[in-house]
Nanobody
Framework: QVQLVESGGGLVQAGDSLRLSCAASGRTFGNYNIGWFRQAPGKEREFVSAISWSGGSADYADSVKGRFTISRDNAKNTVYLQMNSLKPEDTAVYYC???????????????????WGQGTQVTVSS
């Protein structure tokens, strides 16, 4: 089992920045990839970004490339999502997720993740 807790969300204006954190507990954090997803009202949960167990590789949705940066600190059991140049369309609940098993490649589909946090709200006003 693994527990994931997101934090760092809030209400900001377009163009502002936020840094989300995903703190993990319950197993060896550094052995597993971590993904970020988001869900806006009335929409499907969608992939945002993911980082490999070592931090050596990452993937991003096209909609956030160049604006968001994912990173991790395995010593602190924490993954970060730095979000710059925020847009109103980034408004959503943001979730971090972890797979049950080790994987060499990061996953971009919801079904590749087994453990989810409770989410943190990000609201971007225009």
């Amino acid at each position: 089992q693994v527990q994931l807790v997101e934090s760092g969300g809030g209400l900001v204006q377009a163009g502002d920045s936020l840094r989300l954190s995903c703190a993990a507990s319950g197993r060896t954090f550094g052995n597993y990839n971590i993904g970020w997803f988001r869900q806006a009202p009335g929409k499907e949960r969608e992939f945002v970004s993911a980082i490999s167990w070592s931090g050596g590789s990452a993937d991003y949705a096209d909609s956030v490339k160049g604006r968001f940066t994912i990173s991790r600190d395995n010593a602190k059991n924490t993954v970060y999502l730095q979000m710059n140049s925020l847009k109103p369309e980034d408004t959503a609940v943001y979730y971090c997720a972890a797979p049950r098993s080790f994987a060499l490649r990061v996953g971009i589909r919801k079904d590749q993740y087994d453990y989810w946090g409770q989410g943190t709200q990000v609201t971007v006003s225009s």
